[in-house]
């Protein structure tokens, strides 16, 4: 893999790390409220997949989204000002944490229900395939949303129609505190699309390039016409399900046995084996992006003085991501109803 | 165009209209394809315009109602049949929680141009979990509009308005208006699509109703004319916007409102009406308002209860006897 291409995933993993952490102290700090679902552990996932979409293809996603979006492109400052609820938020302060949309860059969304990810992708599958268009839907999901009616009733119609549809599985092995031998009687997710003659496949969601490389040859396929996929992603939270779960139903040794993998520490492993410095994440080693440092450090595609500036240049980024989102005005109650209304202004309606 | 149709082949040639003037519009639904619609409203579009634009679901309401929403974010103009509104139960998160708040949540980044259509209400003995009216559910919820045309002519223009629309709209379509006749004239330029129409002009009280319940309404105030008490009836044609100002001007010449639905009274559809006019036009009304509703029961089988248990003409008569008349 092109060392140009490493270098943007690794710094994407580690902006995506660096702006959870900084989420979750601003949100410590009473900066902002409501339900804040962090993304540390499963960087590869969203970094590996999204580094393979084509910027002509479609997001749609579940409320553990920040990282998505900023992956994809949405400013950091824009989804910082949104999590604090702000005027100047990539939706202006009206969707938050969970409901991160992004038109322009084809980010369809962050949905809270869990489930409501496959009919949306569904149905932009089939504007597509009406439109008979090269492009390509991603729908992400928990391993939590396959008990869903909808997992089944959407899988089955894009199935029958040859949707365009990845659908992603971020099999982080929790719904909230139950694990996945608790709550799935059958625990590989990617066995459930033989049901509906769906290939599938499950791959270590743990390793950027892996991710990244199947995702790529994945989407080729399903631009092309192949029919919709699923892909399986082996992944782990580090944190609990939300800010206001400190996650203690996970044995250490669990926790332990992920983290050592954390796809940041499979890049970047030896000298960042701390970053980005919460305690927690410290005392259980590397992770995801210690491997990929490391990786392309052993390949000698990264030098320790490259890793350094790309850190610094990050930790620059989120500090102006908070500083305006901090100063941007809240939103009135005029200007919610603008928005409310803003298909209405078009027509005469009585 | 002006002929008389049944009111199913007024929308049927509504779709057929919009689909032919608009390739962003497919229909998608149970049985609405090869089969043309439980009720005949998709009848020929399949063989004219193909699997993919009208095209046969599995019985899946939430997801392809969801699919809906996700094609109209991306700019298609999906019109969704419900086969029966008791069946939206199920597709209540689609619509609810994505079709109603996307626009709102995306800070106005997304429209929906969704239509999402219902045949409901109390038909002929179909039974509780076939007789179900939910505008009292449906009218709850912002950023959903909701249609409720009673006649041919509007079901007409009110599905191709709704179409054209860029908002998520409810169309409640009553079983038992689909063969009921009227004039279509598709060359005249239509009412907005949720301004209330005067039905009958009439002096003594006003009778406001909507969908199906607008005959009853009619044929009641017909009788009542007999008696001496002349009655102004008026077609909301929509519950979400209400058209207050025809309503309001209405009673400053009769000072006396029936608010008529076929749904269950308890905070159903007229208990907002009455609530919002007795707030706007307090001095002008003479007396209480009333209601006549549907009983607080799920609908019974049997056919003398069945029709006991939503308002009937002679109810209607009666309760606009209960006002007192200046003799």
Redesign the interface.
């Known amino acids: 893999m092109e060392r140009e291409q490493i270098h943007k995933m690794l710094r994407d993993m580690l902006r995506a790390r660096a702006f959870e952490e900084r989420a979750a102290e601003e949100y410590s700090k009473g900066n902002f409220t409501g339900f804040l679902h962090l993304y540390p552990g499963e960087e590869a996932v969203a970094v590996g997949v999204i580094h393979a979409a084509e910027p002509s293809d479609y997001i749609v996603t579940t409320y553990r989204e920040h990282v998505h979006a900023l992956v994809r492109g949405t400013p950091s400052k824009a989804i910082m000002a949104e999590l604090f609820g702000r005027r100047d938020g990539v939706c202006k302060g009206m969707g938050g944490s969970m409901h991160l949309f992004d038109a322009e860059r084809r980010f369809m969304g962050g949905y809270a229900i869990v489930g409501e990810t496959y009919p949306i992708a569904i149905g932009v599958g089939y504007a597509v395939m009406l439109r008979k268009l090269p492009e390509a839907v991603i729908c992400f999901f928990g391993d939590g949303a396959v008990n869903q009616g909808t997992f089944h009733e959407s899988l089955n119609m894009a199935a029958l129609w040859r949707l365009p549809v990845l659908f992603v599985c971020e099999n982080n092995h929790y719904q909230i505190g139950t694990e996945i031998h608790r709550h799935s009687a059958v625990t590989d997710v990617y066995k459930r699309a033989a049901a509906y003659n769906i290939p599938a496949e499950k791959i270590n969601g743990m390793d950027v390039l892996t991710v990244n490389r199947t995702t790529q040859r994945l989407l080729k396929q399903i631009r092309s016409g192949g029919g919709p996929y699923l892909l399986e992603l082996e992944t782990y939270r580090f944190r609990g399900h939300s800010m206001a779960d400190p996650g203690t139903y996970r044995p250490a040794v669990e926790v332990h046995s992920f983290t050592t993998q954390d796809p940041i520490s499979i890049a970047a492993h030896e000298i960042e084996l701390n970053y980005p410095t919460t305690d927690q994440i410290a005392e259980v080693g590397p992770d995801c992006i210690t491997l990929l440092t490391q990786h392309a450090q052993e390949k000698g595609q990264l030098i320790e003085q490259e890793l350094a500036l790309m850190k610094d240049d990050i930790a620059k980024e989120i500090d102006a991501a908070v500083d305006f989102a901090l100063q941007s005005p809240q939103p009135t109650l005029e200007e919610c109803l603008d928005d409310f209304n803003i298909n209405q202004r078009t027509e005469i309606l009585i | 165009m002006r002929e008389e149709k049944n009111y199913w082949q007024a929308l049927n040639l509504a779709l057929d209209m919009a689909m032919a003037e608009d390739s962003s519009v ?1 229909i998608l639904g149970e049985d609405v394809g090869l089969y043309g619609g439980t009720y005949r409203v998709t009848e020929g579009l399949y063989a004219k315009y193909g699997e ?2 009208v ?1 046969d ?2 019985i ?1 309401e ?15 103009r ?1 019109v969704v049949e419900i086969m029966t509104i008791n069946f939206a139960l199920l597709a209540l ?2 619509i609810i ?2 079709a109603a708040k ?11 141009p969704l239509v999402v259509r219902m045949p409901g209400g109390v038909a002929k003995q179909l039974a509780a979990q076939h007789s179900q009216r939910l505008e009292h559910t449906l009218m709850n919820v ?2 959903l ?1 909701i249609a409720v045309p009673s006649t041919p002519q509007d079901a007409y223009w009110q599905l191709r308005q709704a179409i054209n ?3 998520p709209i409810i169309f409640l379509e009553h079983e038992l208006l689909y063969f009921t006749k009227g004039i279509l004239d598709s060359s005249i330029e239509p009412l ?5 129409q005067v039905r009958r002009k009439g002096k003594h009280l006003t009778i406001i109703s909507y969908s199906r319940h607008v005959l009853l309404c009619l044929q009641a105030a017909e009788q009542l004319a007999k008696q001496g008490i002349d009655a102004e009836v008026i077609d909301l044609r ?1 519950l979400k ?1 209400i ?1 207050w ?1 025809t309503c309001a001007q209405s009673l400053q010449h009769t000072h006396r409102l029936l608010v008529v639905e076929e749904d269950c009274q308890f905070a159903g559809s007229g208990a907002e009406i009455v609530t919002h006019l007795t707030e706007r036009c307090f001095f002008e009304l003479d007396e209480a308002p009333i209601r006549v509703a549907g009983r607080d029961i799920p609908t019974p089988f049997n056919a003398q209860l069945e029709a006991a248990s939503i308002p009937q003409v002679a109810d209607i008569i009666a309760a606009a006897q209960r006002f007192r008349y200046p003799s």
């Open positions: 497919f993919e634009r095209r679901t599995p899946s939430n997801s392809f109602t969801g699919l809906g929403v996700g094609a109209a974010m991306v700019g298609m999906p998160d689609a929680n994505m996307i626009p709102f949540m995306s800070g106005g980044q997304y429209t929906i912002p950023g509009r629309s860029n908002d907005p699509i949720h301004r209330a929509s916007p058209d100002d």
